[in-house]
């Protein structure tokens, strides 16, 4: 391997590392808000960036590549739902959510669960799924980048997986959230550019666009439909609502991605982020796919399509620039990787340790121990991927169906609808999530055509509307939700007295008290 | 348009142009979002 294209890997690293030191001398871990949300002091640009390059990880350039040489123009379905995906999130949930998610003193998107549906099974229910599901997901970045890593470095594998799992621990120790934040929004340029200098060249080898797919036409005509290669997926509505869905409104049922929305700087941020994401999605998404369908012309006699993308790169590009875009590919792995990473380490100590285990913990303890947990995950993941687990990627982009089957419903309701309960919310996220799981294991995809996301968002849809209503009588939703529900519908400051009724510290019972109190207070003055 | 037959025209540029609709309305109907102050001056 040339040393042009290690020193830019080597280069690129230096720079994230960097990244990860600043952020820790910026105040990204002095104490748990600030590791976990970086004080919630993160901008527009870096909340858009941070949450599409958490968002897309390797994936996209190796399934997004491989599904254009396959399928041709048909794998445009997924791009056409995620390009939209961040500013549906976004407007959707994201300014309210970030508002309640200060009133309830939420630190983590599960604690922030408990604290609107409030009961302890909650809790368990949702952090013991999202530990497990992005545990897997973890597992899978990591297997990624080492073999990313081996193939750029001719290093072997074992070695090349320690360092991209070292590198991605120590910028996430040195500086939680913030650290992550802010290499996500290096890395989704190093992304952006990488990918856009692969598809120039493409396109310049084959005379443009227009020349190109006349070319494929001649290969094989179907490439051109919007149904797939041989018209196979032709009628097939479900899965294209499956392709379409999984990205879009998919994000909206991921723990770790709206995460992104308690982190803002304020709530108005939402909007400016939603802008940001909007541009990067145009440029980025659409673009692996399209060098997939393009290498169909470049590299007719490609044996593994997941390396369509890393062939056209190195085949079109000279040494300087395949550098710049295997650190993309690192960038992406590894922006994912991290954010994984930290929510798992951070779901795991604040919703379950000091939840069940030790609520007497300090802040400090906090820090330290959801260090001890990410270090422990990394082992474990670490030792797993030495072994290459072969169903790994499948159980991956399963578990991100099963994530938004479960909770999607859970977090849209939590700010729009008042009725929403802790009945509705738990049967939603258990029906959701066993409804996925069984669609994928039991075959339903191939013989309804339906994909799993379709079957596991209606289902937990349906059954938060109608366990919801069914219970209000014996489930009310607390008066102190309802308010400050309303609250965060108002665009303005938090009441002083809200933010006072919720302490980080209490649990929602005490939080109750708390506003009970603080009206008192109020009334007294009065 | 570029050699592609319409409905995958319309897959490849007419979504995108759905988005970017969206996103021009979404800033349009949320200029008020801007009166958000940082909580630390609460009422």
Redesign the interface.
């Known amino acids: 391997m040339s040393t042009t294209v290690i020193f830019f890997l080597v280069l690129y690293y230096v720079v994230v590392l960097g990244i990860g030191y600043w952020a820790m001398r910026h105040g990204g871990s002095e104490d748990l808000e600030g590791y976990l949300l970086g004080g919630r002091k993160v901008g527009p640009m870096a909340t858009a960036l941070t949450l599409q390059s958490t968002s897309m990880s390797g994936y996209m350039f190796l399934g997004a590549g491989s599904l254009g040489f396959s399928q041709g123009y048909w794998a445009l379905w997924y791009a056409a739902g995620d390009i939209g995906g961040g500013v549906l999130n976004l407007s959707v949930i994201g300014r309210r959510m970030r508002k309640l998610s200060q009133m309830f003193g939420a630190l983590t998107s599960i604690e922030y669960l408990e604290k609107r549906y409030p009961s302890p099974a909650v809790r368990i229910f949702a952090g013991v799924l999202t530990v497990f599901l992005l545990g897997f997901y973890v597992l899978a970045q990591f297997i990624a980048g080492g073999k990313g890593m081996a193939l750029v470095t001719g290093m072997p594998y074992p070695v090349a997986l320690a360092i991209a799992v070292g590198i991605i621990l120590v910028y996430t120790f040195m500086g939680g959230y913030l650290a992550v934040a802010y290499t996500d929004f290096f890395q989704s340029l190093v992304m952006l550019v990488g990918v856009m200098w692969i598809l120039i060249a493409a396109l310049g080898e084959l005379g443009g666009l227009t020349a190109a797919n006349n070319a494929i036409r001649e290969v094989d005509p179907t490439l051109l439909s919007v149904w797939g290669k041989g018209l196979g997926f032709e009628g097939q509505w479900g899965i294209v609502a499956g392709a379409l869905l999984v990205f879009s409104i998919g994000y909206l049922g991921w723990p770790h991605v709206v995460t992104r929305h308690m982190a803002m700087s304020r709530p108005a941020t939402a909007r400016r982020a939603g802008l940001w994401a909007t541009v990067w999605n145009l440029f980025f998404v659409p673009t692996p796919y399209i060098v997939g369908i393009l290498a169909i012309l470049i590299l007719p006699g490609l044996d593994d399509p997941e390396m369509a993308i890393f062939e056209v790169a190195g085949s079109l590009l000279p040494a300087a620039v395949t550098g710049l875009v295997m650190a993309a590919i690192m960038a992406a792995i590894m922006s994912t990787a991290d954010s994984l990473l930290l929510q798992t380490g951070s779901i795991a100590s604040r919703d379950l340790y000091e939840r069940f285990i030790n609520p007497q913990a300090s802040e400090r303890q906090m820090v330290m121990v959801s260090r001890g947990l990410v270090l422990a995950i990394a082992v474990i993941g670490y030792a797993i991927a030495l072994v290459e687990p072969p169903t790994v990627f499948k159980i991956v982009i399963f578990a991100t169906s099963v994530l938004g089957s479960a909770f999607l419903p859970a977090y849209f309701c939590a700010v729009w609808w008042r009725r929403a309960n802790t009945p509705g919310a738990l049967s939603s996220m258990v029906i959701g999530a066993a409804m996925a799981f069984t669609w994928e294991y039991a075959g339903y995809v191939e013989t309804t055509q339906i994909a799993p996301m379709v079957a596991g968002v209606v289902s937990s849809t349906v059954t938060m509307i109608v366990v919801s209503l069914l219970t209000q009588r014996i489930a009310p939703v607390p008066p102190y939700i309802v308010e400050v529900m309303d609250e965060a519908a108002t665009v303005g400051p938090i009441p002083k007295k809200l933010l006072a009724a919720t302490d980080m510290s209490l649990a929602p019972e005490a939080a109750a008290i708390g506003a009970a109190l603080a009206r008192d207070e109020e009334a007294g003055r009065d | 348009m ?4 319409l ?2 025209t319309l ?2 540029f007419g ?2 142009l ?3 609709v ?2 021009a309305i ?2 349009l109907v ?1 200029r ?8 630390e ?3």
Do not use: M, Q
């Open positions: 570029f050699g592609l037959p409905e995958t897959l490849v979504f995108p759905l988005w970017i969206y996103t979404f800033l949320t008020d979002w801007e009166h958000d102050t940082p909580e001056d609460g009422r």
